[in-house]
């Protein structure tokens, strides 16, 4: 296990770095595009009201005191507090975790659930009216914008056939229409990638083999081809996964659903620097978390990674 | 579409949300409680509700009585008002004009650090001789003093409860005296109040209010149409049938109480000509965009005074369409052709993008060379801070107080948002002269002059007056404001019950 620990202590230092740079990176970005203190005060507010509210943000020290002080901070785990809402800024954001988890694991759950039988599916009949039509509605899924789709959904599923409400969190209907826009792009993708990895194992020779040995079709594809095949798979599952986490903008406004997507996009255009690099490093942190359990995931199914 | 709208009638028909409840759409949430803390209309749209101001504007753009049941100016300097008795703040402490006095003190305090200090700063002082009576004795006269109170930073907040629980649990769990209390807030989700049943101005027309911010305009709309929320904001004219055709929804509107403009924003030839300014608005078709552009929602303003403000000029005519004039100006102010830059947000305002390209294309039937720069909102707004825009700008100037002294010095007095480079001593002395001065036929006189002058130099150029429209169930009667207020009472909200 020795070679595992060592993979193991490699990715996490990998992962701190990454998360480091994450930060550095928003912090010289949001700094870079613009000041906050125009956006919290009346247009005719005077100058020194603006001198004065500058201060006590800390925004008239140099940027390198201010990016000591806010890193300082950050490893205390304490990211400021929101200029906005006026509480801290982690807080803010901590709100919204669940909300979004909700809807990325909704939409996961849409995806793998739809996506994975539809791609090995596709990938044994091959050239099948079945296949064609699978891979059509998957291009168009990954094609098509999504707030195309989730319009379109909102005007079919809810004002005309009145299934869903149109937007708001709640109980489980209200999660339909978000997870499967959200999932669109995730679920056609996953069945692309799924159905290429499949049928690239199925010409390889050890399925001849087991096939030729009288191996049953389905122990074939699900012993053989998918443990094979699953390497792929779970690195777009896994990519995916962060993007419906980190991605989820477009459908949280659309949905007016409270996640952190939208928050941040919010923070953005308000210049409230200390939620948008909370927002930041939640995301960051969710996705290298995860990239770190697919390497753990290939580490586990594939010993040659290991070494 | 037809065949959609048919199906999605017999949808909403089935559904209508809960009459004991009302349930707001707004394009973003709310960002404070504490209604000291900010300026913007979503907020103010809530505070105006949790909170009472001494004075309040009504939908027909007077001041009323609020929590103050009479008031009056002692001598120029010296507003007296007379508080309602009885008064009771959410938590059950009576309101005061202590409470008064500490919440008008906070405003322009430099250690409270609020976000509202240029309303209330004229005050020198404030005395309560006794619990009931305030008074507010100013720096110089101040004619607006009243109207002041019924704005932004004259909501009346409990001193005893906030020096208790500090600024940020205050806002966290704000206490006000009005027709709701607060019950609970889900950022980005649901503001939840509830109806005040002791309210002074009786329980108004439902148990509860609620905020909910539903970003996307087409889901907005939808929400509405399915009666998921019964009132709706930010309706652009182009989606209107959608509301006013479906069977249970409607429209209001409101012409707003502002004006949507052009600042010449440089000096840079050819904007430093006067002939060519008047070209740039004499070269704009003004009825055109109304009827074309905002489907006659809107009208064609005359000066730089709203429509419904005080002092404003009826004999004026509206701003006139002469492109032979213009070029004849163009001619005289010797223009070279150089490039107009009109910089503008898009979605700023209703149809900014679109006002900006029709107004590019009618310039250059006149020989006008202006090209259309789109701006990120917090850089436009950077921009108005620094005054760095390259020739003209797109702008909403709304008039504070419903007065021009609100619209026209606010914005063009030195030092103005919209003071570029603007400078008249007959308008500025006139600007200052009516400013303080509480004899309204000095102040009448004064403001019409400066329409006049304004018209004259063109600093700003006035394009339209835009109708505001909002969205509603059938069976909810409220009006719009002009201020973009919404101000829920007994008085002006009725639910039809079937």
């Given at each position: ?36 203190v125009p956006l919290l005060l009346p247009p005719d507010a005077p100058i020194a009201e603006m001198?004065r509210l500058?201060?006590e ?27 906005h809402?006026r ?221 | ?29 709310i960002s404070k409680l504490d209604p000291h803390l900010s300026t913007t209309v979503n907020d103010i749209a809530v505070t105006f509700n949790l909170y009472d101001n001494l004075l309040s504007r009504h939908?027909?753009g007077?001041l009323y009585a609020s929590a103050a049941?009479?008031w ?5 300097t010296?507003w007296?008002f007379?508080l309602?008795?009885?008064l009771?703040f ?5 309101l005061t004009s202590a409470d008064v006095k500490f919440s008008f003190e906070r405003t322009y305090d430099p250690k409270a650090k609020v976000n509202v200090m240029s309303v209330l700063n004229t005050i020198d002082r404030i005395e309560t ?5 305030v008074t507010i004795v100013t720096k110089k006269?101040d004619p607006l003093l009243a109207a002041r109170t019924a704005f932004y930073a004259g909501q009346i907040m409990p001193k005893?409860y906030f020096e208790?629980?500090?600024a940020?649990?205050f806002n966290?769990?704000p206490i006000g005296s009005g027709?709701?209390?607060f ?74 109480g502002g ?138 100037p709304t008039s504070a107080y419903n007065d021009?002294d609100g619209m026209?010095w606010r914005h063009?007095?030195?030092?103005g948002p ?17 400013r ?45 404001y002009a201020n973009q207020m919404m101000e ?11």
């Amino acid at each position: 296990m020795q070679g595992f620990a060592g993979f193991l202590t490699y990715r996490l230092v990998r992962m701190l770095i990454a998360l480091w740079s994450v930060v550095t990176v928003v912090f010289v970005v949001m700094r870079l595009s613009g000041d906050p203190v125009p956006l919290l005060l009346p247009p005719d507010a005077p100058i020194a009201e603006m001198e004065r509210l500058r201060s006590e943000m800390g925004l008239d020290r140099p940027i390198y005191v201010q990016y000591g002080v806010f890193i300082g901070q950050v490893i205390k785990g304490d990211f400021g507090r929101s200029i906005h809402f006026r509480a801290s800024a982690m807080s803010v954001v901590w709100e919204r975790v669940p909300a979004t988890l909700e809807l990325a694991f909704a939409s996961f759950l849409c995806a793998i659930v739809v996506a994975i039988p539809a791609g090995i599916l596709s990938a044994i009949r091959r050239g099948s009216t079945y296949d064609t039509i699978v891979m059509g509605v998957a291009l168009v899924g990954q094609a098509a914008p999504t707030f195309y789709i989730g319009i379109m959904l909102i005007l079919t599923c809810s004002l005309w056939l009145g299934l869903f409400p149109t937007s708001g969190r709640g109980d489980w209907r209200h999660l339909v229409l978000p997870a499967v826009t959200l999932g669109a792009f995730a679920m056609a993708s996953i069945a692309r990638i799924t159905r290429s990895a499949v049928l690239e194992i199925l010409r390889a020779d050890f399925i001849r083999t087991a096939r030729a040995k009288g191996l049953p079709e389905f122990w074939t594809i699900a012993k053989h081809t998918m443990r094979n095949a699953a390497i792929p798979i779970i690195t777009i599952v896994g990519l995916q996964l962060g993007n419906l986490l980190g991605g989820a903008v477009v459908t949280e406004t659309i949905f007016s659903w409270p996640g952190i997507g939208r928050l941040a996009i919010q923070s953005i255009y308000s210049r409230d620097y200390p939620i948008v690099q909370s927002c930041v490093f939640m995301t960051a942190a969710m996705f290298v978390v995860l990239n770190f359990l697919v390497d753990v995931a290939y580490g586990i199914l594939d010993p040659r990674i290991r070494r | 579409m037809a065949a959609a709208e048919g199906l999605l009638v017999r949808v909403a028909g089935a559904q209508t949300a809960t009459k004991n409840t009302l349930v707001v759409g707004q394009s973003s949430d709310i960002s404070k409680l504490d209604p000291h803390l900010s300026t913007t209309v979503n907020d103010i749209a809530v505070t105006f509700n949790l909170y009472d101001n001494l004075l309040s504007r009504h939908h027909d753009g007077k001041l009323y009585a609020s929590a103050a049941t009479e008031w009056k100016l002692v001598n120029p300097t010296t507003w007296q008002f007379k508080l309602r008795p009885g008064l009771k703040f959410h938590n059950g402490d009576p309101l005061t004009s202590a409470d008064v006095k500490f919440s008008f003190e906070r405003t322009y305090d430099p250690k409270a650090k609020v976000n509202v200090m240029s309303v209330l700063n004229t005050i020198d002082r404030i005395e309560t001789p006794d619990p009931l009576t305030v008074t507010i004795v100013t720096k110089k006269p101040d004619p607006l003093l009243a109207a002041r109170t019924a704005f932004y930073a004259g909501q009346i907040m409990p001193k005893a409860y906030f020096e208790r629980v500090g600024a940020d649990e205050f806002n966290a769990k704000p206490i006000g005296s009005g027709p709701v209390r607060f019950v609970s807030w889900v950022k980005d989700d649901r503001l939840v109040l509830d109806a005040n049943k002791d309210y002074w101005g009786g329980k108004i027309d439902v148990d509860q209010i609620v905020f909910r911010p539903v970003p996307e305009l087409s889901a907005r709309i939808a929400a509405l149409l399915k009666g998921e929320v019964d009132l709706i904001t930010k309706i652009p004219p182009d989606q209107m049938d959608r509301v006013a055709k479906a069977p249970n929804t409607k429209i209001e509107g409101v012409l707003y109480g502002g004006l949507y403009c052009l600042s010449v924003a440089s000096q840079k030839p050819p904007l430093d000509s006067k002939p060519f300014r008047q070209a740039m608005s004499l070269a704009i078709d003004r009825e055109a965009i109304v009827k074309e552009l905002w489907r006659g929602q809107g009208a064609v303003p005359n000066s730089f005074v709203v429509k419904g403000d005080n002092h404003y000029d009826p004999s004026l005519p509206p701003l006139p369409y002469d492109p032979n004039r213009a070029k004849q100006l163009i001619k005289e102010a010797n223009y070279k052709g150089e490039e107009l830059v009109i910089e503008t947000g898009v979605g700023f305002t209703v149809m900014d993008r679109e006002m900006g390209e029709v107004i590019v294309s009618m310039w250059k039937d006149v020989g006008i060379n202006a090209k259309l720069e789109l701006l990120e909102y917090s850089v436009y707004l950077q921009k108005i801070r620094e005054k760095s825009f390259k020739g003209l700008r797109w702008t909403d100037p709304t008039s504070a107080y419903n007065d021009p002294d609100g619209m026209m010095w606010r914005h063009l007095a030195p030092g103005g948002p919209n003071a570029y480079w603007f400078r008249n001593p007959r308008f500025d002395e006139l600007g200052n002269a009516a400013r303080f001065s509480v004899d309204e036929k000095l102040r009448d006189e004064a403001y019409k002059e400066m329409a006049r002058l304004e018209l004259e130099y063109l600093p700003i150029i006035p394009i339209l007056q835009p109708m505001e429209l909002y969205g509603l169930q059938k069976h909810v009667d409220w009006k719009p404001y002009a201020n973009q207020m919404m101000e829920f009472r007994r008085f002006n909200l009725k639910l039809k019950r079937a």
